[in-house]
């Protein structure tokens, strides 16, 4: 006899879910730090990545004012941020060091940090947007890309799994 055991979750709960795949979405400060906010479900390079593109091209390439709707207007995360799901939970903010190309995250800040996968990373100096496999030591990011002033990204799509070391 097989016992199957099921947790029932309120709609719009978050947090280690443990068949998700789980993403920070965070934007770089001047001071060489970054801050950021969860996103539950959906967190892979070819489902996140696609969506974080057609939002920054349907803002048409308004970095700031995707920067100010999707992280700092959203403290609690996001469920699903491809379906526009909000934490009913709130998880807090995450933040970390950016040195312009590699990123550290802080377990101060948030001890969750090492519980997502990936890091999406939008530096609006330089109007790219990182992609690093989230590890507990300094990462260099496996994807990026760079958006025009109209919002389009070139390459036009982010990798779709890290390189294996």
């Keep these: 006899m097989t016992i199957v055991v099921t947790a029932i979750r309120a709609r719009g709960a978050c947090i280690v879910?443990?068949?998700?795949t789980r993403a920070i979405l965070a934007y770089t400060s001047p001071d060489g730090t970054w801050k950021g906010v969860w996103n539950d479900l959906n967190s892979e390079p070819q489902q996140l990545g696609?969506?974080?593109l057609?939002?920054?091209a349907s803002l048409k390439g308004d970095l700031d004012r995707f920067v100010t709707q999707f992280v700092d207007d959203c403290p609690e995360g996001w469920s699903a941020l491809d379906k526009n799901e909000r934490?009913?939970?709130p998880i807090g903010v995450f933040g970390g060091r950016f040195d312009g190309?590699?990123?550290?995250?802080d377990?101060?800040?948030?001890?969750l940090c090492f519980e997502a996968q990936y890091l999406y990373l939008v530096h609006r100096p330089k109007r790219r947007l990182?992609?690093?496999k989230i590890e507990n030591r300094e990462m260099?990011?496996?994807?990026?890309v760079t958006f025009d002033d109209t919002g389009k990204a070139k390459p036009n799509k982010l990798p779709a799994v890290e390189p294996e070391d």
């Design 17 to 20: 879910r443990p068949v998700s």
């Design 50 to 52: 696609r969506v974080l």
């Design 54 to 56: 057609r939002r920054i």
């Design 87 to 89: 934490c009913s939970d």
């Design 101 to 105: 190309i590699v990123a550290t995250c």
């Design 107 to 111: 377990p101060a800040i948030n001890a």
């Design 130 to 132: 990182f992609v690093f």
């Design 140 to 144: 260099r990011p496996f994807g990026m």
